[in-house]
């Protein structure tokens, strides 16, 4: 809830700073026109609403980083983090004197706080004035830029708007500077006129000295205020630390003999990051990109408090099962839990996106099909690499969209072989017959195949098939970026098997007799052998079936 107020307040002050910069171009066309778009900007930010609503959004937006500030457990922080703490931090000094310069000036001064008394004030200050009030457009803006990336980058659409974003990101302040540049420019060519800086100054009610000496000591006031409150936020976690462990400690085991322990109140994710443990966390632990998401055993795990509903959420925008939870949400009570990262510390934003329940780790009903081309190793023989590769390639194209068509999902490519699997997200009997369909569809693409490919090969493209279904190991398993969703067990090896025997009984098609029956689909008059599998007790029933693509009134 914390962060999504911060993050609502800064959309509030980012559309404030957007029209106000927008306003500022105006000053490409003239000082008249400036100061005219200057009423639609007054209309909307100054009135009673409006003022409510954008004071809110500062004071909670201020209130809710020095509190983001105090909760944070470690200051290993990435380089675009440090980046964004100090622009924020910079806002005050830079803005300050703006803030009390204008409306400060405007409702305690009666000082008329347009362009004409601003860009006055500018003109007869000193160069530093000049620089202050510039690179506050680039320090507000970077912040705000980067907070809108890390906020938006997880989102599905980002990638797409990316460019639109970057255009406007570039366009808006640079149309501000160059207006307000022009327009300070146009003025200063005015003053030099004998008494024009009176007159401006005595339109807008300009204070006295005394006034002028007193706004510089409210925004030295207010700068130092600041200042005070970050040493106390800074000073008060060393305090905070030392009353926490008083409720206990925390101790986590990690799976390569790691032990951490700290005091409670602590996210999982702070842990790891206090004692070096390398841990993904695309979002800065803002809970919104599930990476650091852990799984957490342990004999003190009934002690977790219960998941909040912005972690539940993310955690089944992922099918994430009971015993994973989020690192930098979940803060457990003093006790002793084995916590296991599911994701490499070097996951990305595309890691973010929803996957498959399975993903986790599971046991489900699946239908598997292995198939292998024939004689490639001749056929290969005495061809260039790239004719290699252009024909694997034409190949993998066609058998991958034989098995998508089917329904099925295309697990890996091994060498010149293929395995799918079917029913991860259908039913055993819809599962079946979809593996039935897909070799049928390889079949008929290996035709269509081998007939585009008649000028270039000696001899026609042959592949052997084999189909057999049931339970099955079903998880996301590798290395870091290649990881990928794949099923291991007795009923992968024996699709195995079956494709290699197509070998022996010199067929395209082998698949069981159980898939067959599960399926619904009686292939009788096909030929039956009993063989034995390597690693399996007892014989297994098989069909063999010349051509696969014989199927086609069965696939139905």
């Known amino acids: 809830m914390v962060g999504r107020l911060r993050l609502w307040s800064g959309y509030v002050l ?47 937006h201020i209130a809710l980083a020095f509190w983001a500030l105090f909760r944070r457990r470690t200051l290993k922080l990435s380089l675009w983090e440090w980046a964004q703490l100090c622009l924020g931090a910079s806002i005050i000094p830079f803005g300050t004197l703006h803030v009390v310069g204008t409306r400060i ?28 009030q510039f690179g506050l457009v680039f320090v507000v803006w970077i912040h705000a830029c980067i907070g809108i990336h890390f906020a938006w980058r997880l989102r599905p659409w980002y990638r797409t708007a990316l460019p639109y974003l970057y255009a406007i990101a570039l366009l808006v302040p640079a149309a501000g500077l160059g207006g307000a540049a022009i327009a300070l420019r146009d003025f200063a060519e005015l003053a030099q006129q004998p008494g024009f800086l009176r007159n401006v100054f005595e339109q807008a009610h300009a204070p006295d000295a005394h006034g002028v000496a007193a706004l510089y000591a409210i925004s030295n006031t207010l700068v130092a205020v ?56 695309v979002c800065g632990g803002r809970g919104r990109c599930s990476t650091c998401r852990v799984r957490v055993g342990g004999p003190d795990r009934h002690l977790l408090p219960p998941a909040s509903t912005e972690e539940q959420k993310v955690l089944a925008r992922v099918g994430a099962p009971e015993n994973v939870r989020l690192a930098c949400q979940l803060r457990p009570l003093p006790g002793r839990y084995r916590i296991t990262p599911l994701l490499p510390a070097s996951a990305g934003p595309r890691d973010a996106y929803r996957r498959q329940s399975q993903a986790h780790g599971g046991e489900r009903y699946v239908a598997i099909l292995f198939a292998d081309i024939r004689g490639f190793t001749s056929i290969s023989e005495g061809r260039l690499p790239y004719d290699v590769v252009f024909l694997l390639n034409r190949y993998f194209r066609a058998t991958g969209q034989a098995v998508q068509a089917a329904g099925g999902r295309l697990d890996k490519f091994i060498g010149d072989g293929v395995m799918a699997i079917f029913g991860l997200d259908a039913e055993p009997q819809a599962a079946c017959r979809g593996a039935l369909d897909g070799a049928r569809r390889m079949a008929l693409a290996l035709d269509d195949l081998n007939e585009a490919l008649a000028g270039d090969l000696d001899q026609p493209l042959r592949i052997g098939i084999g189909l057999h279904a049931g339970p099955a190991i079903v998880g996301e398993m590798g290395f870091e970026r290649t990881s990928s969703l794949t099923a291991i067990g007795d009923t992968v090896n024996t699709a195995s098997r079956l494709e290699t025997l197509t070998k022996d009984f010199g067929v395209e098609l082998v698949v069981s007799q159980d898939l067959l029956d599960r399926a619904g689909v009686d292939l009788s008059g096909a030929a039956r052998h009993d063989v034995e599998i390597r690693g399996r007790q007892g014989r297994l029933a098989v069909r063999a079936l010349p051509r696969a693509s014989d199927l086609t009134s069965l696939s139905s």
């Open 14 to 60: 980012l559309a404030y700073v957007t029209t106000h910069l927008l306003n500022h171009a105006l000053g490409l066309i003239s000082l008249r026109v400036i100061e005219a778009g200057r009423v639609w900007f007054v209309f909307v930010w100054q009135g009673l609403l409006g003022q409510t609503v954008l004071y809110g959004a500062l004071l909670l």
């Open 226 to 281: 600041a200042t005070v409150l970050l040493l106390a936020c800074l000073a008060a976690r060393p305090l905070r630390d030392l009353w926490e462990r008083r409720a206990g400690v925390v101790v986590l085991f990690y799976g390569d003999r790691r032990t951490v322990s700290a005091p409670t109140g602590l996210s999982i994710l702070e842990m790891s990051r206090i004692a070096g443990i390398p841990h993904a966390s």
């Open 105 to 132: 000036a405007h409702d305690y001064f009666g000082v008329q706080s347009g362009y004409p008394w601003v860009l006055g004030s500018l003109v007869a200050g000193t160069w530093l004035g000049v620089v202050r």
